[in-house]
């Protein structure tokens, strides 16, 4: 049974930096994706960013991509996403999420195609 346990939110003033760990466990991953998506109150859940497990291909969304880094480290089975020059647009919860890659990139982006979610981890940043 997968499990995801999202951690590292907290409270940030604007300009400032967070780093996320997901931890990753209950089967192999080396054909999966991981992905962090974030919902802010009244708001769809957005993705952020994600990886491909074996490759370390990285994929974001374009409003993100210059302040946002994700990367893994197979051993620790740890997907993490380092948040810099955060702003307060950036506060919502932020999700983990998994699924298999064998439905092609386009699907990386999209919330509904993931398989398995972590419960959340609360980003508030104060400006």
């Known amino acids: 049974q997968v499990q995801l346990v999202e951690s590292g939110g907290g409270l940030v003033q604007a300009g400032g930096s967070l780093r996320l760990s997901c931890a990753a466990s209950g089967r192999t991953f080396s054909n999966y994706v991981l992905g962090w998506f974030r919902q802010a109150p009244g708001k769809e859940r957005e993705f952020v960013a994600a990886?491909?497990?074996?490759?370390?291909?990285?994929y974001y969304a374009d409003s993100m991509k210059d302040r946002f880094t994700i990367s893994r480290d197979i051993g620790k089975n740890t997907v993490y996403l380092q948040m810099n020059s955060l702003k307060s647009e950036d506060t919502a919860v932020y999700y983990c999420a998994a699924k298999d890659i064998y439905s092609g990139t386009y699907y990386f982006r999209v919330a509904s195609s993931y398989d398995y979610w972590g419960q959340g981890t609360q980003v508030t940043v104060s400006s």
């Open positions: 990886i491909r497990w074996s490759a370390g291909s990285t």
